[in-house]
């Protein structure tokens, strides 16, 4: 049943990273429905986002490695687009360096996350009726600036529920930026920020890690890697056509759902 779980989690971890609709919310979500401790997952949930990182890494890899060796060779467009995701990520390590305990209490309210995606969906309706993106040229044309204020809009995200993809989107668009390059921007932005987090979590709860937690999380990233690949693929191609007010909507419904059976179980 422990390894039917991972598969589980790994399943919401890979639809919902890259989706504005919270991959930790419906983490913890998930984990109260399967009636587990939501502490005792917590790491766990944390530890196989990895995977949805990898699924981004492999589908850009031509284009991270465009920018690698084009960084060394002093090509402007390459320093600029690392130049804006290191802009981007760098409010979340302050924020999160000084307010991790205070975020990682948070890990286990499932009641702030139904309210988080509530608040979260009627924002994106916000964002999307009032916002007047434009064509941006891309990551690396966004100005120092945008790519600040991004950053700083992103760390809503340490409430979980509010989404980490949500907000970076939600964020770029209300300052001009289109919906495609807003949307890369967040998976891009993805890669330092998952990652940083998920080796400082591991680092923290290192000793309560054993070898069985090893396999449990090497499924779940697994299972994550392989679902967010087929989900990215999709998500753009959505987004495109539909714009996010599907998402805000189901965000509203699941929210709404959860608080109503937070209050009577």
């Known amino acids: 049943m422990i390894w039917l779980t991972a598969i589980i989690l790994g399943i919401v971890e890979g639809l919902t990273e890259f989706l504005p609709v919270s991959s930790t919310g419906h983490l913890i979500l998930a984990t109260e429905l399967l009636g587990y401790d939501a502490s005792k997952w917590a790491v766990f949930n944390i530890a196989i986002q990895p995977g949805a ?11 991270f490695w465009d920018m690698f060796v084009g960084f060394f060779r002093r090509d402007p467009v390459a320093i600029a687009f690392v130049r804006n995701l290191l802009l981007a990520f760098f409010p979340a390590v302050i924020l999160g360096l000084a307010f991790g ?7 286990e309210n499932a009641v702030v996350v139904a309210w988080a995606l509530v608040i979260g969906g009627f924002g994106i309706l916000l964002v999307e009726r009032f916002a007047k993106p434009r064509e941006s040229g891309g990551v690396a044309a966004l ?15 340490m409430i ?22 807003a949307a890369e921007f967040s998976f891009f932005l993805a890669l330092p920020t998952l990652s940083g987090a998920t080796a400082l979590q591991l680092f923290k709860h290192r ?9 449990l999380i090497g499924v779940g990233a697994f299972v994550s890697f392989i679902v967010a690949w087929i989900v990215i693929k999709a998500f753009l191609a959505v987004v495109t056509r539909y714009g996010f007010a599907p998402f805000a909507w189901y965000r509203i419904i699941i929210g709404a759902a959860a608080l109503v059976w937070l209050a009577l179980r």
């Open 53 to 63: 990182i990898l699924a981004i890494v492999v589908l850009y890899r031509h284009l």
């Open 101 to 107: 305990d205070q975020i990682e209490m948070l890990l």
């Open 143 to 157: 100005s120092t600036r945008q790519s600040i204020l991004i950053g700083i809009v992103q760390c809503l995200a």
């Open 160 to 181: 979980p529920g509010v989404s980490r993809s949500g907000a970076t989107i939600m964020g770029a668009m209300s300052l001009g930026v289109d919906r495609k390059t």
């Open 207 to 215: 000793d309560a890690i054993t070898g069985d937690d090893l396999g």
